[in-house]
């Protein structure tokens, strides 16, 4: 088997590329990342001298390129994404530029070659819930930030090419990730990074939203028994029946890393705010005997504790990270980084 991977340099993309390289020794990947200041410089430099890794800097919305790897491979699992909410607030373009018009150059090349097409999905197409309910394949798309819209775009044009060009597309949409290498300007790592410096945390409104969390690895086992084993044409969510608030979590943070409550710093709410998600993965665990593996209390103690060991990682991402609250810097995109993600 020949996968073609986007975004593998990503948070959740390595990681999957890793569990890849691990339990399907015979596979050989490809990985397709414009290297964008999200990307990690040498989050897969272990896998340099794999023969069957394969590194590619390169823009999933450049069509020549695309086809040309495509033709190669047997399909394309696809998480390469602009992916932060607050990034899309500032500005929308890049999240249109990547998230639509680079999914829809995928997708052609994937029909072109007949290829088996996994779209990585979210759970913020379905939009906010009230207190009670859970977000099932069956619910209404109805996004409300650039990013959530984006991505819901993405998700109809994947169905688009499956009801007219027949195309074997499986989308998966699965609620909030946490685990190591997640860029800090995420709410998980950005408060552990700035506890570790004594700053406050900016919680934003009444820290009443709620968040499902699952942790990065037992998202990327899902995405491979989706790509393998998920039907044609279907939908998956994936979650952990996991629900936070954020001052819950935020409360949890400051326990287990032993901080005092005062660097919690309220903050104006992000606009458009959802105000909860909650996955019902019923289907996932039914059809694909998915179940996630990592229980939140320990997996968060021991993602605290990577942030904790790993400081040389995250400590030169943290002036990008804050670029989101800068509405005059925050392109975002195209950072001229080193290539080095295991070229
Ligand atoms: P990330 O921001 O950490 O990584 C995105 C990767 O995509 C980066 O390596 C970046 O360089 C690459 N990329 C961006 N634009 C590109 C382009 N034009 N061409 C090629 N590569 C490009 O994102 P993540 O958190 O790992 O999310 C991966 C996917 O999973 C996304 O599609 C996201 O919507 C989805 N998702 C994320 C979460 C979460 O909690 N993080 C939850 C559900 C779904
Ligand atoms: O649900 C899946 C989605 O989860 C993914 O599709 C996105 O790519 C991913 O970024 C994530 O989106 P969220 O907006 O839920 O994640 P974020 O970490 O940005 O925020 C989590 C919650 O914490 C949210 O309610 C906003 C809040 N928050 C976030 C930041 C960055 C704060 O209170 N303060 C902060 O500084």
């Known amino acids: 088997m020949r996968v073609l991977v986007t975004g ?6 390595s990681n999957l590329v890793r569990l890849i390289r691990a339990i399907r020794p015979a596979w050989h990947v490809t990985n397709l990342d414009l290297m964008t200041y999200a990307a990690h410089p040498d989050g897969l430099s272990d896998l340099a001298q794999d023969p069957q890794y394969r590194f590619v800097r390169g823009d ?12 190669n491979v047997d399909g394309i699992l696809h998480l390469a994404a602009e992916s932060h909410v607050d990034r899309s607030i500032v500005d929308a373009a890049p999240f ?24 990585v999905s979210t759970d913020e197409v379905y939009g906010s819930l009230g207190p009670t309910g859970s977000f099932t394949e069956a619910t209404p798309l109805a996004p409300n930030s650039p990013y959530a819209a984006a991505k819901a ?8 090419y499956r009801e007219t060009y027949g195309l074997d597309a499986v989308i998966t949409r699965c609620s909030n990730n946490y685990g190591p290498y997640q860029f800090p300007e995420k709410m998980i790592p950005l408060f552990v990074t700035r506890l570790m410096q004594d700053q406050s945390i900016p919680l934003y409104g009444d820290g009443g939203n709620i968040r499902d969390w699952l942790h990065v690895q037992d998202h990327a086992r899902a995405l491979l028994l989706s790509y393998e084993n998920g039907r044609g044409g279907e939908v998956y969510n994936i979650g952990a029946r996991n629900e936070w608030t954020n001052l819950a979590l935020t409360h949890e943070l400051l326990r287990l890393m032993d901080k005092p409550h005062s660097l919690i710093q309220p903050v104006t709410d992000r606009l458009g705010h959802d105000r909860r998600y909650s996955i019902d993965p019923s289907k996932i665990e039914q059809e694909l005997g998915w179940f996630p593996t990592i229980p939140f209390t320990g997996g968060l103690v ?10 040389a990682w995250w400590r030169p ?14 392109d975002g995109s195209n950072d001229d980084r080193s290539p080095a993600c295991a070229s």
Not at 302 to 311: G, H, I, L, R, S
């Open 96 to 119: 249109i530029r990547t998230n639509v018009d680079g999914t829809r150059v995928l997708l052609d090349a994937a029909r072109r070659f007949g290829l088996r097409f996994l779209h």
């Open 317 to 330: 991402l943290v002036s990008q990270a804050s670029l989101a609250r800068v509405p005059a810097d925050a």
């Open 153 to 160: 775009s993405s998700d109809l044009l994947v169905r688009a």
């Open 302 to 311: 021991k993602t605290v504790a990577w942030y904790q060991t790993n400081a």
């Open 60 to 71: 999933i919305a450049d069509g020549p390129l695309v086809q040309d790897l495509a033709r």
């Open 8 to 13: 593998g340099c990503g948070f959740i993309g």
